[in-house]
């Protein structure tokens, strides 16, 4: 796959907001806990699948797309 490593603007800003902290932070812990696509990028850029080892398989981009979903339907 080709990536767009020459021409990517990366942008931060500080989030104040309690709530959207939390969201955010849930949301990190989802792509963590990716067992299924994630990557691990060793010293020899290898690029090996991370190994489920025998746990509940999380494929980050569906957990999420389910965490947002839960969470528009309950509001």
Not at 37 to 42: G, N, P, S, V, Y
Not at 69 to 74: C, F, G, L, V
Request: with cysteine.
């Amino acid at each position: 796959m080709v990536r767009n490593i020459d021409h990517r603007i990366e942008v931060a800003c500080p989030v104040f907001e309690k709530s959207i902290k939390q969201e955010l932070k849930e949301i990190m812990q989802i792509q963590l806990n990716d067992n299924i696509k994630a990557r691990i990028l060793d010293n020899a850029l290898s690029n090996q699948y991370v190994n489920p080892r025998n746990t509940r398989k999380v494929r980050s981009q569906l957990e999420t797309y389910n965490y947002l979903h839960r969470r528009a339907t309950n509001s």
